[in-house]
């Protein structure tokens, strides 16, 4: 079964810190996904990967940035944390070109920046 | 554009009653595909079924089934005999034409009452 982890369920950080996101998969999937969730405007793509050390920007990419040193780990970082980004994050990852296959997601990271 | 849209905020349905969700989207694109999330208050999107664009029949898993109608660009989900743990948010997600991204709907939250 694929297993998709973030290392924190709760964060809380202060403004103008650099914060990191930690997602972990376990299935050898090659695409990994965050996303940002908020009331009213369900889950918009900030950046996602589709290899190691590739990136590409989602809907919502400003404000942060992403890192993909090993296959099974991507990392979200916001580089100076302003409280419009305390929100939930999810990270997701599927393998590539299974079309009919769901994106796996992790637990969830919410996330609040005072 | 491609883009989905779920046009009920909240639902509440009375416990062993069928519900019904909608969802609409719009793609100008032949291939296409279609799923629904479950994500209770813990956060963790659990993942309850798949539409593919040139599947005939409607999709079912278990007490879930997806009303597909692909002329009116249409795939409710269709929850029979609602329990109580049915109760949670659902979102509805299209995957973009040759990637592995998907673009969520705003959500449903279904309260399931005794």
């Known amino acids: 079964d694929v297993k998709v982890t973030q290392s924190s369920r709760y964060l809380v950080k202060r403004t103008g810190e650099k914060v990191f996101l930690e997602c972990v998969q376990d299935?050898?999937?090659?695409?990994m996904f965050w996303y940002r969730q908020d009331p009213g405007l369900g889950l918009r793509l900030i950046y996602f990967?589709?290899?190691?050390?590739?990136?590409e920007k989602g809907d919502i990419p400003e404000g942060y940035s992403v890192s993909r040193e090993k296959k099974e780990r991507f990392s979200l970082i916001l580089e100076s944390a302003s409280t419009n980004q305390t929100s939930m994050y999810l990270c997701?990852?599927?393998?590539?070109?299974?079309?009919?296959?769901?994106?796996?997601f992790g637990d969830g990271t919410r996330l609040s920046i005072l | 554009a491609q883009k989905i849209t779920q046009t009920q905020p909240g639902m509440f349905v009375q416990e062993k009653e069928a519900v019904t969700l909608d969802c609409t989207y719009d793609?100008?694109?032949?291939?296409?595909?279609l799923f629904w999330y479950k994500q209770p208050s813990s956060g963790e999107m659990i993942f309850l079924i798949y539409?593919?664009?040139?599947?005939?029949q409607n999709a079912t898993e278990g007490r879930y089934s997806l009303n597909f109608q692909k002329a009116r660009k249409s795939a409710n989900l269709v929850i029979s005999a609602s329990q109580l743990g049915d109760s949670a948010m659902y979102f509805c997600?299209?995957?973009?034409?040759?990637?592995?991204?998907?673009?969520f709907g705003t959500g449903t939250r279904l309260q399931v009452f005794p």
């Open positions: 997701a990852s599927i393998g590539a070109g299974v079309r009919n296959q769901p994106q796996h």
């Open positions: 299935m050898d999937h090659e695409n």
């Open positions: 990967s589709y290899d190691v050390k590739m990136k």
């Open positions: 793609t100008s694109d032949q291939s296409y595909g």
């Open positions: 539409q593919g664009s040139y599947d005939e």
């Open positions: 997600a299209m995957r973009v034409y040759n990637t592995d991204k998907l673009i």
